[in-house]
């Protein structure tokens, strides 16, 4: 067992949990704070962590707190976290910034991955991977979750890239990285909102067990780095391909119009489509972070049957 680091302070069932080897799950907490609307936010959280829980897990959603970084919240720190106007983005390169002011702050995923790997927590389930943006070859813009991805070793269930991105060219960032991507029973690389990408899956998988498996051979090996584990969002849920394009590409024109850059770009654009699909983008986040906390549990467990 990996011994926490004395900076973070554990929830007391996720410590109770880390020490008696018991599955545990990690969840980001900018999905709360940036990426849906109050009060559908906290609701959703709260029935994640009861997917979790339900699953044979413990969920450990990661924040920090008047600086402090928190593994695992209560339901009143999630609702601190989903309400307040003074939550900052968090990624690792803020994450000393705002523990230095002692403010809150949002875990994005690749501060989120750091931290859970701090805490020995091996599973962290999110919504969609940042990645390489659209016209990256002009404004650099490529996430800092590629190379967080690439030194911690976690294993991170996804429901793909976000689509807002260039999602070959991230997959490709991904193959230079070393990062193993794995599709849980597809072929083809799913796109968040919608099953298919155009792009094949670099591999298969089509259990959890599978998955732990791969998580075992990995570390055992001294392999660093992540396992990227893109689970399509059910067929029924899915907004298809060729439509979330074209609401994608609108805002990404608007985007430039306004003049959005950097860490700002993600939330005005998750944002905006929301608004141009009439809310079923939302909708479909929701359903997809549910479809992901499943399959995230069922992985905590099989890893910690297969290495206890």
Not at 190 to 197: E, K, M
Not at 204 to 216: F, G, I, K, L, Q
Request: glycine share 10%.
């Amino acid at each position: 067992m990996t011994t926490p680091h004395p900076s973070l302070a554990l929830r007391d069932e996720v410590a109770d949990s880390l020490a008696a080897g018991r599955p545990v799950v990690a969840l980001e907490s900018t999905i709360i704070s940036h990426g849906m609307p109050y009060p559908r936010n906290v609701e959703m959280a709260l029935e994640v962590e009861g997917i979790i829980r339900a699953g044979g897990a413990t969920p450990a959603t990661i924040a920090v707190l008047d600086g402090v970084p928190r593994i695992g919240l209560s339901p009143d720190e999630l609702e601190t976290l989903a309400s307040s106007p003074d939550v900052a983005k968090v990624s690792l390169r803020d994450l000393p910034y705002v523990m230095a002011r002692r403010v809150h702050g949002a875990t994005t995923v690749a501060s989120t991955m750091r931290l859970a790997a701090l805490a020995g927590i091996r599973v962290f389930v999110t919504g969609g991977l940042g990645g390489v943006h659209r016209g990256a070859e002009h404004s650099f813009d490529v996430s800092a979750d590629l190379t967080e991805l690439g030194r911690t070793d976690v294993a991170v269930v996804s429901a793909g890239v976000k689509s807002i991105l260039d999602i070959g060219l991230t997959l490709e960032t991904l193959e230079t990285l070393g990062v193993p991507v794995v599709v849980h029973g597809s072929d083809e690389f799913p796109s968040f909102y919608s099953r298919s990408s155009g792009h094949p899956a670099p591999l298969r998988v089509d259990s959890p067990e599978e998955v732990a498996a791969m998580m075992a051979a990995k570390w055992d090996l001294g392999v660093e780095g992540a396992i990227s584990v893109a689970n399509p969002v059910p067929e029924a849920d899915e907004i298809p391909a060729d439509e979330i394009g074209r609401l994608i590409d609108r805002a990404l024109a608007e985007c430039d119009q306004r003049g959005i850059t950097g860490k700002d770009i993600t939330p005005f654009l998750l944002g905006r489509i929301v608004e141009l699909s009439g809310g079923q983008s939302l909708d479909t986040n929701i359903a997809l972070v549910r479809h992901n906390a499943h399959l995230g549990a069922a992985i905590a467990v099989a890893y910690e049957r297969l290495t206890s």
